[in-house]
């Protein structure tokens, strides 16, 4: 069976830098940082008093208000960016057969907002009054909904759910829409990822296993990957949305087409339940997958976005995957984290960073690592390297790959390519 091709045709972005995609990749290549103390709740009892948070966003711009509220802004997030690709990709919904478009997103948290207000109140209600939850309690924090609101907006009968991999979510998500429409199964999928977790329990808990940055002094610096001084990822909100069409469908009806995207891999570290194995097996296994499955030699690689938390071993691991993959063309690729400027968006992360690499592609300009200083170096990461450190850099991307690792061993990794007719 011959597998088909499949192409990004429409872009969708709702992140703590930017409200579009226009305005995230802008902030991206002028190195805007989106941390900011936390405005959500009061987190000044918190060691970490601040994270990357969307700014000005208001559900009533995309949806009825009556149906924002039965909503966890997780799903809000999501229908938002649906709303942005579904436009950009030119895509006539009337003329098109419905039942083969599909939705498919990364989701890692899902609406723990809702489920910690609704404990709240259940706490506050139930010695006077008994217990008394809102009938759209569990609609709101079930992870899968997400999808479920996009089909329901649109009508979409395709393949609809929700994968869930801690920080790979989202592109375990892009990978599985990918593999359905080259096999045949779906004209279309809109994919990508959504969180919402900047609630007092994630940073609580986040913080109580000291992965986060406590930089509280100055925020916007906090998130410095590749940096001797890095002292924990920052969390990050929003949302992303790509969609993926067959390449002859996209033709067929006169689709703009961004790129190709080329392959997929997948691996487990299979070492322990948050740390990355310290010398990146998993991280090397997921990227050699992906070479492999887009039928490209590493030398064919000229962009990474690193998955990049600015976590001590994290980094490091990373650092050491890339070197055992790409030899000595490692020395000759670019290699960004924009987590440095988004903050970790979790389950949304991997399709965050993807339109990063879409639109490296598109435009020939590799986004920078922020927030790194003249001798600020860690002995055990490898300098020599380019990471792009503050400032973007024009150079022809080819093909760009992007990293994505999460809490499990869990390990995600997606090419994209220059379309070539």
Known sequence: MELKRVVVTGLGALTPIGNSVKEYWTNLLTGVSGARPITHFDASKFKTQFACELKGFNAADYIDRKEARRMDPVAQYALATAKEAIADSGMDLESEDKNRIGVIFGVGIGGIGSLEEEVGNYALTHEEMGPRYSPFFITKMIADIVTGHISIAYGFHGPNYVTSSACASSTNAISDAFNLIRLGKANVILTGGSEAAVVECSIGGFGSMKALSTRNDEPERASRPFSGSRDGFVVGEGSACIVLEELEHAKARGAKIYCELAGTGLSADAFHITASHPEGLGAKLVMQNALEDANIMPEGIDYINAHGTSTHVGDIS????????????????????????????????????????????????????INHEEGDDDPEIDYGLNFTFNQAQQREVRAALSN??????????????????
């Open 404 to 421: 994505t690792f999460g809490f499990g061993g869990h390990n995600a990794c997606v090419i994209f390519k220059k379309y070539e007719k």
């Open 318 to 369: 990373e650092v050491l995957a890339i070197k055992d993959v790409f030899g000595s063309h490692a020395y000759k690729l670019n290699i960004s984290s924009t987590k440095s400027m988004t903050g970790h968006l979790l389950g949304g992360a991997g399709a965050v960073e993807a339109i990063a690499c879409i639109l490296a592609i598109v435009h020939g300009i590799v986004p920078p690592t």
